[in-house]
């Protein structure tokens, strides 16, 4: 890890915030926040507002915590990047350079995985609602495994299917995950996947069809987990749909957003899971997992350019930004924490709602947030936003999706561009021509 300066001054959160923020993030000489040796003042000024910034030394290594993690505890092991996550080409070509398989839910996904390089082989398609022509894609494409969902996505595959295909089948585990409601995949009620009863008779379908490579199940939780023993639960659960030679235990492990959370390691949760498939499952059998904000979350971050500061009833600190490029806080009410990255060290004395420019109430980035008195210009800085920023990004009240820059070793690199109005008009030709 890079040795930079981490100072934990007086009348500042800073010393706690550093646990939050990406890996390679220190202070520099003026007092800016720098991530990969870069000041955030520096990629605003050169990138512009909003933009998604990320650790790419942080990313490589959080990821290979993964699979060398993985590797060394089940050597018969595939850790997949569960890539709704962060489906941008850039993040694609790391996790292939990286060692990664790749998830993909749906066509788009799966265009933009293959646009970065990576190997058919190595791709696994997702999805509890697949259509005929993204299932044409994928087997087009010569992708690895299909993860089957329901028996209406077997008549489909039955009626496309033209030489073996690989599969896997969703199973509902039972575990009701302790998470947002809107990320919990492992209840009962849960739109994912087969109950054990209708899942053994899929099965014996699957089987039965000669071009229908059944390898074994899958299964998902959830997301946001803070908890390892959930995982642990739902291994020792899908153990009684059988022998197989494949389980894909899924991911969701959660990440540290705010300065009280208690996140585990992800040692902590590669040895529950693998602790509970020595305990439950065959032990040639291949395991898989599916890390995706867990690699993500923490090596990203959004800057933002203050535009307002009104103090009335409350101090409320506005910037260019909101809803359209960070729709986390208003989907799943996750809390993050924020600073102003060109003044890190100046004491944080005020209380205030860091708000966006969406014409929404409900368009609050940070609640109660503590800061320096903010000032117009200043650079917002919303920390582990590395997860769904990007993939939730909109075009709310015309707002244009931001740039995302990579960065490592005092080097930056643009790997998507900000959108352009034109970009935003292009759809609308028909009108305009009309």
């Known amino acids: 890890m890079q040795q930079t300066n981490r100072p934990s001054p007086e009348h500042t959160r800073l010393g706690e915030l550093w646990s939050i923020l990406p890996e390679e993030s220190g202070v520099d000489e003026n007092g800016a926040l720098t991530i990969g040796g870069v000041s955030v003042a520096r990629l605003a ?24 993690g993985m590797r060394e505890r089940w050597p018969n092991s595939e850790v997949l990047f569960a890539s709704k996550s962060f489906p941008a080409v ?17 066509g788009g996904e799966l265009r933009l995985a293959l646009a970065a390089g990576v190997d058919p082989a190595k791709l696994h398609f997702h999805g509890n609602a697949k259509t005929d022509d993204e299932l044409r894609m994928a087997l087009d494409a010569g992708l690895d495994t299909i993860i089957v969902d329901n028996e209406d996505e077997l008549d489909r595959l039955e009626r496309l299917l033209e030489r073996p295909q690989k599969l896997l089948l969703r199973v509902i585990p039972g575990v009701e995950a302790k998470t947002h409601a809107s990320q919990a995949t492992g209840g009962a009620d849960s739109k994912f996947g087969l109950p054990m009863d209708q899942a053994l008779a899929a099965i014996e379908r699957m089987r039965a069809h000669p071009l229908m490579e059944f390898e074994g199940v899958h299964l998902h939780i959830g997301s946001q987990i803070l908890e390892v023993e959930q995982f642990a639960e739902a291994v020792a659960n899908i153990s009684s ?23 585990p390691s992800v040692e902590a949760y590669l040895d529950a899971v693998v602790d509970a498939a ?13 890390p995706g904000r867990s690699i993500v979350a923490r090596a990203g971050v959004t800057l933002y350019r203050v535009t307002t500061v009104k103090r009335t009833g409350r101090v409320f600190v506005a910037v260019d930004g909101g809803l359209a490029d960070q729709m986390d806080v208003a989907l799943t009410g996750q ?13 944080w004395t005020e209380t205030a709602q ?16 503590q800061l320096p008195e903010a000032r117009v210009g200043d650079i917002a800085v919303v920390a582990t936003t590395g997860a769904y920023g990007y993939t939730l990004a909109n075009n709310y009240n015309g707002a244009l999706k931001p740039a995302i820059v990579f960065v490592a070793e005092g080097e930056a690199r643009l790997v998507a561009r900000r959108e352009t109005y034109d970009d935003l008009l292009a759809t609308h030709l028909p009108a305009i021509e009309g």
């Open 335 to 347: 809390r993050f924490e924020a600073v102003l990255g060109n003044r890190v060290l100046d004491p």
């Open 278 to 290: 020595r305990a439950h499952l065959p032990a040639e059998a291949r395991i898989m997992i599916e």
């Open 241 to 263: 749909a059988g022998e197989f030679d494949v389980y894909d235990v899924g991911g969701g492990l959660g990440v540290k957003y705010t300065y009280d959370d208690d996140a």
């Open 45 to 68: 000024e050169t990138y512009g507002t909003p933009l998604y910034v990320y650790d790419e030394e942080g990313l490589r290594r959080q990821i290979r915590r993964f699979v060398d």
């Open 354 to 369: 860091l708000v966006g420019r969406q014409c929404e109430s409900g368009d609050l980035l940070v609640d109660r947030a």
């Open 90 to 106: 850039g993040m694609y070509r790391v996790a292939q350079q990286e060692g990664l398989s790749v998830d993909i839910a749906g």
